[in-house]
């Protein structure tokens, strides 16, 4: 089956600390995202990347950073910069050329010890 | 810019009755537009789309209009289920640049169907 795969499904950070979330894809897709989602605010667009070894800020990129060494995978590290980071949060993915549908992966939802 | 909106919810009906969530859009250029759904503890899941004005998008039962002279995408279902309880996100998506295209969401509806 193709899809997209984030885990852990829930990760607790403390106080200082950096923390990664995975997000994996088996769907050939050049592009991919990560959005961060609250209770009634929507979804806001963290970073996002085209192609391999190339990545652009969304429109909150700080205290993120992100790597796209291959093609199917797209981690996001939340730094001990991000003083709020406790919610939901989604990678998507899809295809280059003339296709805007995103895809989206079942979530990771991290909370502050 | 570009931006969403969509009516706030919660939303709760019984089921068997008609459902309408309003969407409206603001966009620099001809957007595509979206609704997704996301069922609880859930990522997203594209319901229906349409990408030119007059489209009729439809997915199990729902279905939308793109009206470009109201510019509006309003979701309809004659007929829900309990299983259609979910939070439904409306978007529309415009190229930011080569192939890039960039989608804005609205803030969700969060529909509650009781038996």
């Known amino acids: 089956d193709g899809g997209i795969t984030q885990s852990p499904k829930y990760l607790f950070r403390k106080e200082g600390q950096n923390v990664t979330l995975s997000c994996e894809q088996n769907?050939?897709?050049?592009?991919m995202y990560w959005y961060r989602q609250d209770p009634g605010q929507g979804l806001r667009l963290i970073y996002y990347?085209?192609?391999?070894?190339?990545?652009q800020k969304g429109d909150i990129a700080e205290g993120y950073s992100v790597s796209r060494e291959k093609k199917e995978s797209f981690p996001l590290t939340v730094t001990s910069a991000q003083k709020n980071p406790t919610a939901f949060y989604l990678c998507?993915?899809?295809?280059?050329?003339?296709?805007?549908?995103?895809?989206f992966g079942p979530g990771t939802r991290l909370l502050v010890l | 810019g570009n931006s969403v909106t969509q009516m706030e919810g919660p939303v709760t009906l019984s089921e068997e009755a008609f459902l309408t969530i309003n969407c409206t859009y603001t966009a620099t250029g001809y957007p595509s537009l979206f609704w997704y759904v996301q069922y609880p503890g859930e990522g997203l899941q594209l319901l229906l789309k349409?990408?030119?004005?007059?489209d009729k998008g439809s997915n199990k039962g729902f279905e939308a209009t793109y009206r470009k002279e109201t510019t509006s995408f309003h979701l309809e279902k004659g007929s829900v289920q309990v299983s259609d309880s979910a939070v439904y996100f409306c978007a529309l998506s415009l190229n930011s640049g080569g192939s890039n295209y960039k989608l804005t969401f609205g803030k969700g509806t969060l529909l509650t169907v009781n038996p």
């Open positions: 769907l050939n897709h050049d592009a």
């Open positions: 998507a993915s899809s295809t280059w050329q003339g296709e805007e549908t995103q895809y």
């Open positions: 349409a990408t030119k004005a007059d």
């Open positions: 990347s085209q192609i391999v070894n190339d990545f």
